[in-house]
């Protein structure tokens, strides 16, 4: 409705009066209402009708068709989905590995894997890092998890004040648990996280972490603010990758990790307004483009993962208002395969994901777009007022090293000068 209004006002007729023009757009904005409440047409139909109603000018907009980060509310009964890595483990431009965003009408907001390369798709949504601070991974694979410290390190840098929360399944044993894996990162991040000390806003560099057991069935992992978080075991590489779903305000979204299709997630998600499943490169292409042999890309291709056959198969079966598949290189000569051997057991609604494309759920409309990203983005504000550090906090370079320094405070100087002039400081050079 808000669309059509808009596509209305935008209406434009050479010689009219603006009275007549608004009533002509109030008249095609209505006419569009109508049709859609009539269910005789749907949304899209309704849109048709408003284009061929549109006057076309050289000097007015005609609306807009993607979705601009930090552009639009998003509905108390909505829900907004962004793909902020759909690709491989394998890096490349186009495409992150698995990590997802789902942002609820509540103010929620959830990411699911932070793989590869993703850290730099969910810079491009502007959203504030205090409220990106509930993470869940699916396992431990590098492509669902390998930009953790980006988020970590970066999101905390770029204003998140608080300690980055995630939920992580156990494994088989204590050490392919997703805790073991997370303070074996923290420790990694020792020299990193040693040299910010007394620099900058400390509260950010902690990682709070709820490791759950991989085995539970259904089983609830997150419980807060009207949002309940479910998973279940896939099958896929060793024991530990789960699948989630999200249940919130009559919702349903799962997020199915990497596996090789399984009787947990036919069950469980069933009937989701969501449901997102990995779906491989088809294997001919793999053996061709991917230089796989033929072997390892049969066991890779279709028993380690999904094949695009077997994800129809259980999209056929689950019935989602949307099946989105991911977890393959989204192009122009690969995307046909996956379509038709997914056409050959489904025929449902279905998204072929890519990076940026965004999905607005309500209870009427699934409406899918790409994002426009801005390339030059900054961080976005912090939500609240930044601490200053504590200096004495910091730790020394040792004599040798500090003795290196050349006497450059000349020139320092006047940016000391000017920087305690405009915010009314006292600051020294060390
Ligand atoms: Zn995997
Ligand atoms: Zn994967």
Redesign the pocket.
Known sequence: MVVALIAGLIGYVIGCTQDQRDRDAQARAQEAKTAKDDGQQDSSQADQVQATATRYSPVTARGRDFYAPNSEDLGPDEMRLVACGTGM?TARPKQAASCWLLELGNGDKFIFDIGTGSAERISALQIPYNYLDKLFI??L?T??FGDLDALFVGGALAGRQKPLRVWGPSGDTPERGTKYALEHLRKALTWDLDGRKGITDPRGYNLEVHEFDYKGMNEIVYQENGVTVRSWPAI??LDG?VSFSVEWNGFKFVFG??TYPNKWYDEYAKDADLAIHECFIAVPDMIKKFKFTPQSALSVGTQ??TAPEAFGKVMSRIKPRMAIAYHFFNDWDTSSAIYERIRTTYDGPLSLSNDYMVWNVTKDEIRVRMAAVDEDVWPPPATEKPLVPDPTLRIPYSDEIADGKLDVKEVIQPIYDEVNKEYGLDEKQD
């Open positions: 483990p699916s396992h694979h492509d669902h896929h590489s990758p990790g990497d380690i993962h």
